[in-house]
T-cell receptor
Framework: GAVVSQHPSWVICKSGTSVKIECRSL??????MFWYRQFPKQSLMLMAT?????????EQGVEKDKFLINHASLTLSTLTVTSAHPEDSSFYIC??????????????FGPGTRLTVT | QKEVEQDPGPLSVPEGAIVSLNCTYS??????FMWYRQYSRKGPELLMY????GNKEDGRFTAQVDKSSKYISLFIRDSQPSDSATYLC???????????FGKGTTLSVSS
């Protein structure tokens, strides 16, 4: 199956600093990528939809100036958490969509990035 | 009412048991139904994918979708300790839109 990687897998940063998380589709092109956030023992909550070459679409309640998303190529999307605070500590997961020629749909997830803000 | 409801469990079963996991949903526009497995501190992994109503079988796993009842199920036969994980149901209205996830059910299979 298709592979999606994330980097870093775990990051600790100080309050007030910014952190960039990368999401890459390794063996397929992804015009659309999604960013999710997951708190312990909670489900994945969609933060934003990232489309290559255009602005991301953010879900209600997600601050677009705080969570900057850039989808500069068909294989790379980045999420930058700006001016991080301890409440931003969470597990961030990206996914990439591959559309089959037969018209089907599959979404592949990255392994996640654990962010801890101290 | 949340769009997708899933009992978080936890669910504990002995090895070899048949496991039944379920989700209900409220939006009749959902057309695609998925089950993901997530191990602790890992990204979700797609297990089963069904379009519209019906059954789908893959090895020890069977997915069922009943759109009339807005109810989907995942059955695991001959459960193994390696099946211990969180199982998330997910749905979407049409290709290209984002997945809507259930809360996930934590399953523990003891040997």
């Amino acid at each position: 199956g298709a592979v999606v990687s994330q980097h870093p897998s775990w990051v600790i940063c100080k309050s007030g600093t910014s952190v960039k998380i990368e999401c890459r589709s390794l063996d397929f092109q992804a015009t659309t990528m999604f960013w999710y956030r997951q708190f312990p023992k909670q489900s994945l909550m969609l933060m934003a939809t990232s489309n290559e070459g255009s602005k991301a679409t953010y879900e209600q309640g997600v601050e677009k100036d705080k969570f900057l998303i850039n989808h500069a190529s068909l294989t790379l999307s980045t999420l930058t958490v700006t001016s991080a605070h301890p409440e931003d500590s969470s597990f961030y997961i990206c996914s990439a969509r591959e559309t089959f020629r037969q018209g089907g749909y599959e979404q592949y997830f990255g392994p996640g990035t654990r962010l801890t803000v101290t | 009412q949340k769009e997708v409801e899933q009992d978080p469990g936890p669910l504990s079963v002995p090895e070899g048991a048949i496991v039944s996991l379920n989700c209900t949903y409220s939006n009749s526009a959902f057309q695609y139904f998925m089950w993901y497995r997530q191990y602790s501190r890992k990204g979700p992994e797609l297990l089963m994918y069904t379009y519209s109503s019906g059954n789908k079988e893959d090895g020890r796993f069977t997915a069922q979708v009943d759109k009339s009842s807005k109810y989907i199920s995942l059955f695991i036969r001959d459960s193994q300790p390696s099946d211990s994980a969180t199982y998330l149901c997910a749905m979407l209205r049409q290709a290209g839109t984002a997945l809507i996830f259930g809360k996930g059910t934590t399953l523990s299979v003891s040997s």
